[in-house]
């Protein structure tokens, strides 16, 4: 089981770090990626980052500004979000690809690509 948390309030400009934590199973062999999911808008991909966390990839739109990271000894990806704009409010969801496969640059992009998701955290970036 995932769960994401670490989701609020937060001021354009400002920062945010949400986690996804797991249960159950342990995160060593499995690439994690984030998503989000705007009022009335598609799910979009956010980031991706691979089970050894030598590898991230980033949607053009956060690049720059989000930073994923993981801590296998936490069971615990992480996504740091700086220089937060109104447009990053949605809820943020995480997800894990299958056992050992990797990140890649257009397979992380799809959403069926992953086998399990969390529940999503909201993220709401307003004055």
């Not at 354009?12 to 159950?24: D, H």
């Not at 980033?58 to 801590?71: C, L, P, Q, W």
């Not at 704009?85 to 992953?114: H, I, N, R, W």
């Amino acid at each position: 089981q995932l769960q994401a948390s670490g989701g609020g309030l937060v001021q354009p400009g400002g920062s945010l770090r949400v986690s996804c934590a797991a249960s159950g199973f342990s995160l060593d062999y499995y690439s994690i990626g984030w998503f989000r999911q705007a009022p009335g808008k598609e799910r979009e991909w956010v980031s991706c980052i691979s089970s050894s966390g030598g590898s991230s990839y980033y949607a053009d739109s956060v690049k720059g500004r989000f930073t994923i990271s993981r801590d296998n000894a936490k069971n615990t990806v992480y996504l740091q979000m700086n220089s937060l704009k109104p447009e990053d409010t949605a809820v943020y969801y995480c997800a894990a690809l299958p056992f050992l496969a990797q990140c890649t640059v257009v397979g992380s992009m799809d959403m069926f690509s992953y086998d399990y998701w969390g529940q999503g955290t909201q993220v709401t970036v307003s004055s």
